[in-house]
């Protein structure tokens, strides 16, 4: 197991290296003139040109990309031309609402996911099978964007059931900073009504960060359980009298659910990709919307943070998926 780690935690670094590489040359060769960003728009040409030689954009783009990895080993971000402020600061004010917004809808994959995967299994070419696999396709199929839109426009604004966006209502306090996700902060702090108010502001963009995951998880746990529900033993066991909830639940998914929990790592992993595009449907302040209004101003030191941390932490997902494979699977661990 030790060999494992060391070896993906190896692999992560030089993968680490080459997303920075690729980020860093789209960044610089992209439209858009930072300095020019810098300086104000009613700054003159003399007072650009200086800019861009306090902040380096002058050098080569090789040079400045060894000078922005020196600033990453010391643990330096660097600084936004927009907000002109520590890009550390922005992340960490930042991060917190997208890991909330990215677990509560990988929570709702999940939940929905493998009990809809076993049913289309159990009732292969019913009704409610062909049901199932219709919401899969469409989960699969349709753009995150899109469905954001069409949430808001529905249950938002015709039906009035959800909020538009945000957070929290514009009189709703928020709560002492703990931990930045504002359902931990309000419960840790003994306020379930500001909780249950952020959560009903993430049901939307939750749900329309989640369809594509929940599409996915059904596919794969209907597959792995026919497959399961097919093999010998769960023969014999229907022989010997077993009950078929016994069957589905001791026999079957949990050797079913490997593959499951494998594809629920990656789609972790494209959910938090995915916030880029969900948080500017919602107005959602996470790392997404940040990116995004970076992205707009050419202001490349946010984007390159942000697409690192993404990336570590969707190899860092895989790395305990695997881990977890390797503990449930004695094949795989004996294969390290």
């Given at each position: ?5 060391l070896?993906?935690l190896?692999?992560?670094?030089v993968m680490?290296l080459?997303l920075?590489?690729i980020?860093?040359?789209i960044a610089?060769v992209a439209p ?6 810098a300086?104000g728009?009613?700054?003159s040409?003399e ?5 861009r030689?306090?902040?380096g ?5 090789p040079?400045?990309?060894m000078?922005?990895?020196?600033q990453?080993a ?6 936004s031309?927009y907000?002109?402020r520590e890009v550390s600061?922005?992340?960490?004010q930042?991060l ?6 990215v ?19 159990v009732w292969?070419?019913k009704?409610t099978?062909?049901g199932?696999?219709?919401l ?8 995150m ?6 949430l808001?426009w ?6 009035d059931?959800?909020p ?9 306090d928020?709560?002492?900073?703990i ?8 419960l840790?702090?003994g306020d379930p ?9 993430m049901?939307l963009?939750?749900?329309a960060?989640?369809l ?10 209907r597959a792995?359980?026919l497959?399961?529900?097919?093999r010998?033993?769960?023969t ?6 077993i ?5 589905i ?13 494998a594809?629920?790592?990656l ?10 595009l969900?948080e500017?449907?919602?107005?959602f302040?996470?790392?997404g ?9 050419s202001?490349f030191?946010p ?14 997902t895989?790395?305990?998926?695997d881990?977890a ?6 094949r795989v661990?004996?294969?390290?």
């Open positions: 197991m030790r060999r494992l780690i070896k993906r190896g692999l992560m670094v680490l080459g920075a590489v980020t860093f040359t610089n858009g003139d930072p300095a020019r960003l300086a728009p009613d700054a040409q007072m650009v040109e200086q800019v030689a306090e902040r954009f002058d050098k080569p783009v040079v400045r990309f000078i922005y990895l020196g990453l010391r643990g330096d971000l660097g600084t031309v907000t002109g600061r922005d992340i960490a930042f917190p609402a997208t890991v909330e917004l677990l509560f809808a990988i929570t709702i994959a999940i939940v929905f996911g493998i009990p809809l995967g076993v049913l289309a299994a292969q070419n009704a099978d062909h199932i696999r219709l899969a396709v469409s989960g699969a199929a349709l753009p964007f899109w469905l954001g839109l069409m808001q529905y249950l938002a604004l015709e039906l059931l959800f538009l966006g945000g957070r929290l209502g514009v009189f709703d928020v709560p002492p900073k931990t930045g996700m504002i359902t931990v902060d309000a840790l702090n009504g500001t909780a249950l108010t952020a959560m009903w502001h049901v963009p939750a749900l960060l989640s594509p995951a929940l599409a996915a998880i059904i596919r794969v746990n792995e359980m497959e399961v529900l097919g010998d033993y769960v014999n066991a229907r022989a010997q009298g009950g078929p909830f016994r069957i639940a001791v026999y079957s998914l949990k050797n079913a659910i490997l593959p499951t929990l594809m629920i790592g789609r972790f992993g494209w959910m938090l990709g995915g916030t880029v969900v500017g449907v919602f107005d302040p996470g790392v919307l940040y990116a995004a209004k970076a992205a707009v101003s202001d030191e984007i390159m943070a942000v697409t690192l941390i993404l990336g570590a932490a969707f190899m860092f895989n790395l305990l998926i881990l494979y390797a503990l449930l699977d004695p661990r004996n294969q390290v």
